[in-house]
């Protein structure tokens, strides 16, 4: 039999907050579970089971999603249509339309709404690609549509996920969402730079194809996504919460544990209402400047100068870009993220970030280096190092994006949550345009970019090092409160 401990009381190596207020203070409940796997074995698969559901929708249009992103980071080349600037960021500017929205409004509308109209928006984006290929308006109207379901699904995951799973398990199903952005980007270089030309078949017919079935495959799934329990228990809707509770925890989970995890929830959302808006706000100040340090940085994993180093590497070390580099760096980028979303919840989320972003910056450096001198554009073995090393890039990237959406759920309190997750996924792509609408305006660019990206990864990691916590097994009050810390040292 399974030993059950509920504790009231700070959890150990968690300092309880408190709050100058005249309303009562919840009193802090952490659950402390020896289980015996032959007990335990039918509630982690309902837990893992509808957690999988909603795990699912997201994958599939994070894959489309990907899919349209790399769109805008030079995988692009083969469609027939002008590769115009405003092509390439105009997917970007819908994102951040979509997040600014769902920042606004995600509180008042179940999470499923915010599915299916993201969903629907992803699926006239893949019918326009296919009806109309070769024609630059409707497809660039369709990046703008296509980013705004990205933007509307992407606040929704983040916040739902962090909600509605527990902390041992919270790493790998809000991880999901780099994990299918990944897929979507193997997919979108994989064929932008293997696709036969002479095909009957257009490389963006194929695109909208794709996005098609995985948008309809989605969409079927949004039936079996439950609410999380906190967005009716701020309604003060408790019936209901229940019922969502149970769904998401299953009928044979024991009572004292499912108690205890909704006590937690009824704890978290209490706590959040005896603060003003503007006590939380002004608590958010420390875990956004942590965010500014990781969630942001994403916009450097991926990047169009990278790409555009990978190809120009490639095409003068092999004579082609229709050749092993290209297919090897994306798919060991979609190695890192498998491999790192595989031990997330072992390992802990700020050693695996800590590893990927020490060699991100590494390998940064060391392109700037190689990039110093113009000569080495045109030799044979200065490009081929730049390959070798855009490869090993990928793989730390991987390692590095996995906690972010995790992260991002957990940093905030939940008044001023959706806000601040929507505005930094806002400064998460603007940092994207930006790149975009500045690069190659210069002959030095590479070095340019590449230097100066290499330093801010650097300094990030001793500032990721010094103030970000390791929330592996808490609660979203205990993770945020780890946030609201000033310094955070602890990486295991």
């Excluded at 698969?45 to 795990?55: D, I, M, S, V």
């Excluded at 030079?74 to 960021?89: D, H, M, R, Y």
């Excluded at 979507?184 to 257009?202: A, C, K, P, R, T």
Aim: one cysteine or more; charged letters at 10%.
């Amino acid at each position: 039999m399974a030993t059950t401990y509920v504790i009231s009381g700070p959890a150990p190596g968690v300092q309880p907050a408190f709050v100058a207020t005249s309303a009562p203070q919840p009193q802090l409940t952490y659950i402390d579970v020896i289980e015996d796997p032959r007990t335990q074995r039918g509630y982690n698969r309902w837990t893992n089971g509808h957690n999988a559901h909603t795990a699912t929708f997201g994958f599939l249009l994070f894959t489309y999603g990907g899919m349209d992103m790399a769109q805008g980071l030079q995988w692009n080349l083969g469609t027939g249509i002008a590769n115009t600037a405003e092509i390439q960021f105009s997917w970007f500017i819908g994102v951040i339309i979509g997040a600014f929205v769902a920042g606004l409004v995600i509180t008042h509308v179940p999470k499923k709404y915010f599915y299916l109209l993201g969903g629907v928006m992803m699926f006239i984006d893949g019918v326009i690609f296919v009806s109309a290929p070769f024609k630059y308006d409707p497809i660039r109207a369709a990046r703008y549509v296509g980013g705004v379901g990205m933007g509307l699904i992407t606040v929704a995951f983040i916040i739902h996920n962090s909600e509605v799973t527990l902390g041992n398990t919270r790493g790998k199903w809000c991880g999901m969402e780099q994990f299918g952005l990944s897929l979507g980007i193997l997919i979108q270089v994989l064929m932008d730079s293997q696709w036969d030309y002479d095909s009957s078949i257009n490389i963006n017919t194929a695109h909208g194809i794709m996005g098609i079935i995985f948008t309809v495959l989605a969409t079927g799934t949004v039936a079996m996504s439950v609410e999380s329990p906190i967005f009716y228990l701020r309604s003060n809707n408790e019936d209901e919460a229940r019922n969502c509770q149970t769904q998401l925890l299953g009928t044979a989970v024991p009572t004292d544990i499912y108690e205890a995890i909704f006590a937690e929830a009824k704890g978290y959302v209490m706590e959040s209402n005896s603060r003003s808006f503007g006590e939380e706000l002004a608590a958010s100040g420390m875990p956004f400047i942590k965010m500014l340090f990781s969630r942001c940085l994403v916009a450097f994993s991926f990047s169009y100068p990278l790409s555009a180093a990978m190809l120009n590497s490639t095409v003068v070390w092999k004579g082609s870009m229709h050749s092993w580099p290209i297919i090897l760096w994306t798919i060991l980028r979609f190695v890192g993220v498998l491999i790192a979303i595989a031990i997330v919840d072992k390992l802990g989320r700020k050693f695996i970030s800590l590893v990927g972003l020490l060699c991100m910056a590494a390998l940064m450096l060391a392109l700037a280096g190689i990039f110093t001198h113009d000569p080495n554009f045109s030799s044979t073995y200065y490009m081929a190092e730049v390959s070798r090393v855009s490869l090993a890039f990928q793989i730390f990237a991987g390692f590095f994006v996995i906690s972010t959406p995790t992260y991002l759920g957990e940093a905030f309190p939940m008044k001023v949550k959706p806000y601040l997750i929507g505005f930094v996924v806002c400064l998460e792509q603007l940092i994207h345009i930006i790149v975009i609408v500045t690069f190659g305006k210069t002959s030095d660019c590479f070095f340019q970019y590449f230097v100066g990206v290499g330093i801010i990864l650097a300094v990030s990691l001793i500032i990721f090092a010094v103030l970000m916590p390791e929330t592996r097994d808490l609660s979203l009050r205990q993770a945020n409160e780890r946030f609201c810390r000033y310094y955070d040292v602890m990486s295991y």
